[in-house]
């Protein structure tokens, strides 16, 4: 008996090590074009945010997959970011195929064209909910998860060194992409140096108010796009430009988000000549941010296949159209001295970076 308790000993501190050692893991997985972002910590933990669409069982069987992968026998938390279906979709199929603890989202007031958004959320929930407000952190374990939007309000303070931003003279403004938009939840995760923002749908109008006159978010490790990349009700330069990221994930579809471009994004000269005050192709805007070290979509854009409107094929998880669409995610895997590395689930390419 003394030597087992002696050989018990001796292995506490192996198992410490192992719990202290695992990585920050985050996976994109594909549901072309909706929205399924499944994050594991350190602790073991898990929070889904979305669960994508409803068509057939497709976008639930696809996160369930990742969850295995992940090796995930529950998932801890999920955030429903709004009621639309591309976000929230897949929520009745999945809950009959893992278990899932506690749900985080925004209130109640719906559009009628959402009920039953609304009804699968809260037939899935029941008394397991909470509607959160900016400033509100949801408690997975060893990574800081702040709630920067809700409900149409955002962060009242600047925090992550933000500040006032010299981007905002001239910048412009847009009106609304709809209510259910900007009610959205945002979160920024914080894991040491590592930040990743994921602001699901948030619109240009709410990008504005987070960036100007002051930036409230600072600048961010990883930022995954706006509006699954569709720059025509997002992606406003003074926003993008202050929170500077390091590596952008696109979430889009084969024909949804990236490809498509900002129409309004040109003026006329006398001479007739159309001059864009930023660029009107969401890749080719990302691109161009100072200090950008890397971009990864979910698809090749099947609206607009130009090389140069997409990132190298290498970073792309999916190539083909919906019919043939493998699902590949992209993963993250983030250490904790800021170095992270990013893996393309299709063909196994990484590229390895570190958090400024």
């Known amino acids: ?33 909706g929205a399924a972002t499944l994050i594991v910590s350190p602790s073991g933990e898990s929070m889904l945010v979305d669960t994508g669409f409803e068509v057939g069982d497709r976008d639930a069987k696809r996160i369930y997959a990742a969850t295995q992968q992940a090796g995930l026998k529950k998932i801890d938390y999920l955030v429903i970011s709004h009621y639309h279906g591309d976000h929230v979709g897949g929520l009745p199929a999945l809950s009959k195929m893992i278990p899932i603890g506690k749900f985080y989202g925004r209130g109640d007031e719906i559009e009628a064209v ?28 060893g990574v800081q998860t702040l709630v920067v939007s809700s409900d149409a309000k955002l962060l009242a303070k ?129 691109a161009k941010l100072p200090g950008i070290e890397g971009i990864w979509q979910g698809h090749l854009s099947l609206l607009d296949k130009d090389p140069n409107h997409n990132t190298s094929e290498n970073m792309i998880a999916n190539l083909e159209d919906t019919a043939d669409c493998k699902g590949n ?14 893996t393309n689930g299709r063909n196994g390419f990484s590229k390895t970076y570190r958090a400024r």
Request: charged share 20%; hydrophobic share 40%; glycine share 12%.
């Open 158 to 286: 600047p925090i992550n060194g933000g500040g006032p931003n010299p981007l905002c003279a001239n910048a412009e403004q847009k009106a609304s992409a709809g209510p259910e938009n900007a009610n959205v939840v945002g979160l920024l995760l914080t894991y040491g140096k590592f930040k990743f923002l994921n602001l699901i749908d948030l619109d240009w109008q709410k990008e504005m108010e987070f960036a100007c006159p002051v930036n409230k978010l600072g600048t961010v490790t990883l930022y995954q796009s706006s509006r699954h990349g569709s720059f025509d009700g997002a992606g406003a330069p003074a926003f993008l430009g202050a929170i500077k990221p390091q590596v952008v994930v696109f979430n889009n579809g084969p024909r949804k988000g990236l490809g498509g471009v900002d129409n309004n994004a040109k003026i006329i000269t006398p001479a007739g000549t159309k001059v864009g005050p930023y660029e009107r192709n969401g890749y080719a805007r990302v």
């Open 114 to 141: 959402n009920q039953k958004w609304y009804d699968n959320l809260k037939n899935a929930s029941a008394g397991k909910r909470t509607i959160v407000k900016p400033g509100d952190e949801i408690p997975l374990k």
């Open 329 to 342: 995610w992209i993963k993250a895997s983030v250490a904790s001295d800021g170095k992270f590395t990013i």
């Open 1 to 33: 008996m003394p030597r087992l308790l002696f050989l018990g000993l001796l292995l506490i501190p192996s198992v410490m090590l192992n719990a202290q050692s695992r990585n920050l893991e985050i996976y994109w997985i594909d549901v072309e074009g």
